[in-house]
């Protein structure tokens, strides 16, 4: 129903399993803390994303018209740096 959205995953496989950190969780009401920036959180997530082998063809997109970027992406993790 597009409320919660999980991106950002970190990590690595370790004796063939993978351990996976660093998850952000965006939601419509901001339930997640300081990384979840809510619904611009997931529109700008959908404004930069392309699919790949990962994605499922069932997957609701929201209308192109909506998906205009509103954060620059960058690599690594901007979150706690000081300004």
Request: charge should be positive; charged fraction near 30%; include cysteine.
């Given at each position: 129903k597009g409320q919660?959205?999980?991106?950002?995953?970190q990590g690595g496989r370790y004796d063939g399993f993978y351990v996976l950190t660093d998850p952000?969780?965006?939601?419509?009401?901001?339930?997640f803390g300081g990384t979840d920036l809510g619904d611009d959180g997931i529109q700008n997530f959908m404004a930069h994303h392309?699919?790949?082998?990962?994605?499922s063809p069932n997957w609701k997109m929201p209308p192109?018209?909506?998906?205009?970027?509103?954060?620059?992406?960058v690599c690594g993790t901007t979150f706690g740096e000081a300004a």
């Open positions: 919660y959205l999980l991106c950002d995953l952000v969780i965006h939601s419509k009401n901001k339930e392309r699919c790949g082998r990962f994605c192109a018209k909506q998906l205009i970027p509103k954060f620059e992406a």
